[in-house]
């Protein structure tokens, strides 16, 4: 059955570093988003893309984050100096119809 | 903003039992999905309604999305020990671009 799948599981990086979230969403699947869960938290909507540009972005999805879809798989999202408070899982999904499919997610640690 | 109230947050039952989780919303969504989420991994689709008033059934759980489209209810009837995780509400907006979630029910069910 087709998965949505990111890497890296878990990235530990430094305050003020760049980081790249890879997902690659289910192939016949046309909108993609990401999500993030603060440990203890709820999940929270970032950013949904569609037809290659953002559809819609939640107040969290300030500058210091982007997406992209460089090529017919890759989804990624990265942000550009990183801050404590990035610290969360971040789940990518993909959808077809009403259905949303998630990722198994990748830890950021912020140290 | 639309926000989701999930009820009860926690519950803790003896199998054998029957429960009953909710879903409330003052919001209309297009649609309302629910997750189940294991610790340290993504979630994982159990069902979407999409028709006010519709009754879905996956084995002993039974989904109801509420007439005017703003409340659901997840029911499980005779639960089991495999039962016990986490279980997530989200209602997707008109737009069809973001996922709205409840802040979870962790269950519990005792052999």
């Known amino acids: 059955e087709p998965e949505v799948t990111q890497t890296p599981s878990h990235q530990v990086t430094q305050m003020g570093q760049e980081v790249i979230l890879r997902c690659v969403p289910i192939s016949n699947h046309l909108y993609f988003y990401w999500y993030r869960q603060i440990l203890g938290q709820k999940v929270e909507f970032l950013v949904s893309f569609y037809n290659n540009e953002i559809s819609e972005k939640s107040e969290i999805f300030d500058d210091q984050f982007s997406v992209e879809r460089p090529d017919g798989s890759n989804f990624t999202l990265k942000i550009r100096s990183t801050k404590l408070e990035d610290s969360a899982m971040y789940f990518c999904?993909?959808?077809?119809?009403?259905?949303?499919?998630f990722g198994p997610g990748t830890r950021l640690t912020v140290t | 903003t639309q926000l989701l109230e999930q009820s009860p947050q926690f519950l803790s039952i003896q199998e054998g039992e029957n429960l009953t989780v909710y879903c409330n919303s003052s919001?209309?969504?297009?649609?309302l999905q629910w997750y189940r989420q294991e610790p340290g991994e993504g979630p994982v689709l159990l069902v979407t309604?999409?028709?006010?008033?519709e009754v879905k059934k996956l084995k002993r759980l039974t989904f109801q999305f509420g007439d005017a489209r703003k409340d659901s209810s997840l029911h499980i009837t005779a639960a089991q020990p495999g039962d016990t995780g986490l279980y997530l509400c989200a209602g997707e907006n008109n737009a069809g671009n973001m996922l709205t979630f409840g802040g979870g029910t962790r269950l519990m069910v005792k052999p």
């Open positions: 919001s209309v969504f297009s649609s």
């Open positions: 999904a993909s959808r077809v119809g009403y259905e949303q499919y």
């Open positions: 309604v999409v028709t006010g008033g």
